[in-house]
């Protein structure tokens, strides 16, 4: 079984809106840290917003500004990432994760055991 599966993806014009959505399996997102990451072509995958499952912190990409926000739901399993005021520069491939430990490094992806979903499409056009 897959342990985390996003939906919501798909093509919007610039200014639009998404919502993704994450549904874990198991107790994945019962983990420190739960975030969504994104990856476009021929570029590294970054963090985008991030969240300490415990404290609430979070960190989010500069490029994020207010645009979007990480909630969940531990009933349903499930974490979500509001999009707002999409840009075509954040059409990319968006991951969500969990993982353990230092959240900081967590975005960073610089630990290691993190669990991931397959990932889902976002394409913004002009």
């Known amino acids: 079984q897959v342990p985390l599966v996003e939906s919501g993806g798909g093509s919007v014009e610039a200014g639009g809106s998404l919502r993704l959505s994450c549904t874990a399996s198991?107790?994945?997102?019962?983990?420190?840290?739960i975030g969504w990451f994104r990856q476009a072509p021929g570029q590294e995958r970054e963090g985008v917003v991030v969240?300490?499952?415990?404290?609430?912190?979070?960190w989010n990409g500069d490029y994020v500004r207010g645009r979007f926000t990480i909630s969940q739901d531990n009933a349903k399993k499930t974490m979500y990432l509001e999009m707002n005021s999409l840009r075509p520069e954040d059409t990319a491939m968006y991951y969500c994760?969990?993982?353990?430990?230092?959240?900081?490094?967590?975005?960073?992806?610089?630990?290691?055991?993190?669990?991931w979903g397959q990932g889902t499409q976002v394409n913004v056009s002009s």
């Open positions: 198991g107790n994945a997102l019962s983990n420190d840290c």
């Open positions: 969240r300490a499952t415990g404290s609430g912190s979070t």
């Open positions: 994760a969990a993982g353990r430990g230092s959240c900081y490094k967590f975005f960073r992806q610089t630990g290691t055991g993190y669990v």
